[in-house]
Structures are given as structure tokens and as C-alpha cells.
């Protein structure tokens, strides 16, 4: 299985909620590390699994989204607690959709500091909504 990852790094506010987690039910901010990597079986006809510098278009346009926000007021964590675990999927769903290639599953890995971070894998082998494959 090939894979190819791009990272990136934002600033972004939240607080958690349904719990009582001390400061962190307060707004504060994080210094997120963004790591999208794609997988998949089969490169195309230039020896690319995908081309780097879309995933980073892409990376970039989906970061852009969310930097600076605080994530509780957005509408993708309606009714979530704002956690990284829940971040991961967001993201990972976000930057999925629309994927084109072979690409067979994607990670996404949030980091909120240099001790802790989730992931969340989004298998695309099902064709899932959004995803174009080419013959």
C-alpha cells in the first residue's frame, strides 16, 4: 500500500463541553498540526499516488476553514463536544469528499501539542458519497 501525508499547522479556539474538565471547558486556543494521508494500491501514469500539490490545495483551503474559529460555533460540531477525536473526523470527511485517483482510504491526525493526538480513517473502497474514481 502506498501512502502520501501532507501536514500543516493552525491556531483554533474551543471548549469542552458534557464534562467537567477544569480549563478546558473554558475557550482556549491550540496550536493544531494537521497530517492528511492518503492511501492506495495503485500510482497513476506519472508514478503518483496523488498529486502532492493538490492534497496541499486542498489541505490548505480546509484549514483555512477553520483557522482562527473557535470550533464549538461552527456548524460541523452542532450537538458535539469539540474533541480532537471528533475534530479528526470532521476533517477527515471534509477532505475526503470529491477525492479523485485511486485512492483507497484516508487519515487524517490532529495534534492539539506535541503529548496528544486522534485520528479518524475514512475507508473509501465503498465509493462513498463523494468520491470519483477514475476507470
Known sequence: MYTVSVKREFDAHHFLVGGDWGDEN???AHHYEVTARLEGLELDLHGY?????????????????????????????????????????????AF??????TIEAVTVIIAENSNACASFRRDLRENGPGIVREP
Not at 483551503?61 to 460540531?77: D, I
Not at 475526503?96 to 485517483?101: D, I, P, R, T, V
Request: aromatic share 8%.
Open 26 to 28: 473554558r475557550k482556549h
Open 49 to 93: 499516488l496523488a498529486d502532492i500539490a493538490d492534497i496541499e490545495k486542498r489541505l490548505d483551503t480546509l484549514v483555512g476553514h477553520f483557522r482562527g474559529k473557535t470550533l464549538n460555533e461552527l456548524p460541523e460540531f452542532s450537538g458535539l463536544n469539540p474533541s480532537i477525536e471528533h475534530f479528526s473526523r470532521v476533517f477527515c470527511d
Open 96 to 101: 475526503s469528499k470529491g477525492l479523485e485517483h
